[in-house]
Structures are given as structure tokens and as C-alpha cells.
């Protein structure tokens, strides 16, 4: 049975007493609203990290901390760079990796990100894997064709166990941000398509990877997207800046 995941990129926002009375509301409503199983991931910037660790620690939930982004190396000299074992010895259980805004600005190229995978493992975390395809590739048909290469870069160099501790999260990258979200058809879809590659490359454990849509996922387009069979979570940017919208992004899981 595969995890039910919200997670929440705060992206390059907040300052610390922000980040802080942020996770409190968070950890204060899940608490008392959320009651079915789901797991809940915090993914601030990494200066935050540890006041957001404290705060969930102490209220021993069913919330995560990620980060959004590592290294690709282990650890070295690599000015303003973060390792996979800082964010790990940190409390950190969940690292996205891949994030189109990652690809698009910072030139993350593929092969960068088979290797913040690996070292995401090798640290006993889990990599939140983002794919999506531009509005141009969509428009010109070629959708199916860039996720599938952005899934076998990344991810295809992996033996079935390993896979098996992937989340990924499918978020078109004009979606992201603009208010236009993805038809639950079209997330659907690519949900279904993105788990027959897993299921060719991997067999049976592609049944248990967490798939997640991103983009422009709010509380009102939340429970349509979490219905669907393929679609088992979500990657939250802007409405996870607010706790309540969270929270109802959260309450609509089934
Ligand atoms: P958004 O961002 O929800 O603000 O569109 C999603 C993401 O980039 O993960």
C-alpha cells in the first residue's frame, strides 16, 4: 500500500519567526484535525531547518522535515553548498530533488540529479523526484515523451529496492505558480502513464511509489486532483504558506 504524502515547499520564503509560527499553527491543526493516516512533510529553506525540526519533534506527529534541494557531492569544498548528511543528521527524511525551478534557474542537468538521488539514499531519506513538462512541450505533444526522459535520467539507474523509496511528483511546469493547474484528466493521465514506466523498469513495487501532483494545487482543486486511482498526494508551493489552506489541502486527501 502506497503512503498518502502532502508536502509543502515553502521555496525562498519566510524568515525565521515566520518559519516557526508557521510549523506551531501547522503542528497545533494537524493535531487536532487530522485524523486519518497521512504523512505530512515540511520543506523549508535550509536555515529553518532545525527550528522546524525542533517544533515537530516535540510533538511527535506524523510530519516530516525535507529540504528542498542537496548537494550532489557527499562533502567537500563546495562553497554554499548543503550535503544530503547535513539535512540528514538534521532530521530530515525527505529531499526534493529535481524541482523544475532547480532545472530551469540553477541548470540542474540530469545527470546532477541521479547523483543528489543517490546521495539522498545512501542517507536513508526518501527524494521527492519532480518531472513535468513547459507549456511548449505540452502544446507541441511531446509531454509523455519528456517526463519519460527526465524519469530515466534521474531515477532509472536505481535497482528495485531503491526505487522502491522514491516519491515522485508530476508538476507541468506551467502550472507551477500561475494559477493554472492541470485538469484532473490531464494529472490523471500522466499519473497512470508515469506509473506503467515505474511498473516496466521495476514490476510490483511501482505500485507502492507515492506519485504526487504539483502545480497550483490550492483547497479548491485539491480534492478533485487526491480522488483519482494514480494521484496520491500532493507537492504544495504558495498554499502551503498558509496554514489553513494547508490544512484543508491535507483534509482533502481520502
Ligand atoms: P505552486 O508550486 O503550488 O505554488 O504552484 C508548486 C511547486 O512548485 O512545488
Known amino acids: 500500500m502506497r503512503r498518502k504524502i502532502v508536502a509543502g515547499n515553502w521555496k525562498m520564503n519566510l524568515v525565521n519567526t515566520e518559519a516557526k509560527q508557521l510549523t506551531a499553527e501547522l503542528v497545533g491543526m494537524i493535531k487536532s484535525e487530522i485524523r486519518k493516516p497521512v504523512t505530512i512533510v515540511l520543506a523549508p529553506p535550509f536555515v529553518h531547518l532545525n527550528a522546524v525540526a525542533q517544533l515537530i519533534d516535540k510533538n511527535g506527529s506524523n510530519i516530516y522535515l525535507g529540504a528542498q534541494n542537496c548537494s550532489s557531492h557527499a562533502s567537500g569544498a563546495f562553497t554554499g553548498e548543503v550535503s544530503a548528511a547535513m539535512i540528514a543528521a538534521m532530521g530530515g527524511a525527505f529531499v526534493i530533488v529535481g524541482h523544475s525551478e532547480r532545472r ?67 508538476e507541468p511546469v506551467w502550472a507551477i505558480g500561475t494559477g493554472l493547474t492541470a485538469t484532473p484528466e490531464q494529472a490523471q493521465e500522466m499519473h497512470a502513464h508515469i506509473r506503467s514506466l515505474l511498473q516496466k523498469r521495476y514490476g510490483p513495487v511501482a505500485q507502492d511509489i507515492s506519485i504526487l501532483y504539483g502545480g497550483s494545487c490550492n483547497e479548491q482543486n485539491a480534492a478533485s486532483l487526491f480522488a483519482l486511482p494514480d494521484i496520491d498526494g500532493g507537492l504544495i508551493g504558495g498554499a502551503s504558506l498558509k496554514s489553513r489552506s494547508f490544512v484543508k489541502i491535507i483534509s482533502a486527501l481520502n
Do not use: W
Open 104 to 170: 530551469q534557474y540553477f541548470k540542474e542537468t540530469d545527470h546532477d540529479l541521479a547523483e543528489k538521488v543517490n546521495r539522498v539514499l545512501e542517507n536513508n531519506m526518501q527524494p521527492i523526484f519532480c518531472c513535468g513538462e513547459s507549456q511548449a512541450e505540452r502544446n507541441g505533444g511531446r509531454h509523455f515523451e519528456v517526463v519519460n526522459k527526465q524519469l530515466e535520467a534521474g531515477l532509472f539507474h536505481l535497482d528495485a529496492a531503491a526505487a522502491g523509496k522514491l516519491v515522485i511528483a508530476y
